[in-house]
C-alpha cells in the first residue's frame, strides 16, 4: 500500500520561508510522478507544482513561478517543496499526491491522473 506522508506546514509571515516533505512509501513500480496541491478555505483544490521520478523536468502553476522549487530524492523516495517570497494568499492546506507506473512517466498537473493522496499539512502566511 502506498503511503504519502507530508510534513513542514506552519505558521510564517509574509516573505518568509518553509519547506514541504513528501516520504513516499510502498510503491510497486520503478516509475512515479509526484504532485503538490493545495486547497485554501472555500476554494477548489489546485495544482502546485509536479516532478517525476523519470527525468528532471518540473512543472509550476503560474502563481508560484519563480518562488517555490519542487525537488527530489529518489533514494529517499522523498519530494521537496521550498517555498519562498510566501504570500497570505498561499494560505491552505497542501497535500503532495502520486501515481506509479511500470515506464517512465511525465509530471502532470492533471488531477486524476492521480490516485494516492496524503492527510496534507497546514501552511499559513499572516501579512
Known amino acids: 500500500e502506498v503511503q504519502l506522508v507530508e510534513s513542514g506546514g506552519g505558521l510564517v509571515q509574509a516573505g518568509g520561508s518553509l519547506r514541504l516533505s513528501c516520504a513516499a512509501s510502498?510503491?510497486?513500480?520503478?516509475?512515479?510522478?509526484i504532485a503538490w496541491f493545495r486547497q485554501a478555505p472555500g476554494k477548489e483544490r489546485e495544482v502546485v507544482s509536479s516532478i517525476s521520478s523519470s527525468d528532471d523536468i518540473t512543472m509550476y502553476a503560474d502563481s508560484v513561478k519563480g518562488r517555490f522549487t519542487i525537488s527530489s530524492d529518489n533514494a529517499k523516495n522523498t519530494v521537496y517543496l521550498q517555498m519562498n517570497s510566501l504570500k497570505p494568499e498561499d494560505t491552505a492546506i497542501y497535500h503532495c499526491a502520486a501515481f506509479e507506473a511500470p515506464a517512465p512517466v511525465p509530471a502532470s498537473f492533471r488531477r486524476d491522473d492521480y490516485y494516492y493522496w496524503g492527510q496534507g499539512t497546514q501552511v499559513t502566511v499572516s501579512s
Open positions: 510502498g510503491f510497486t513500480f520503478d516509475y512515479y510522478a
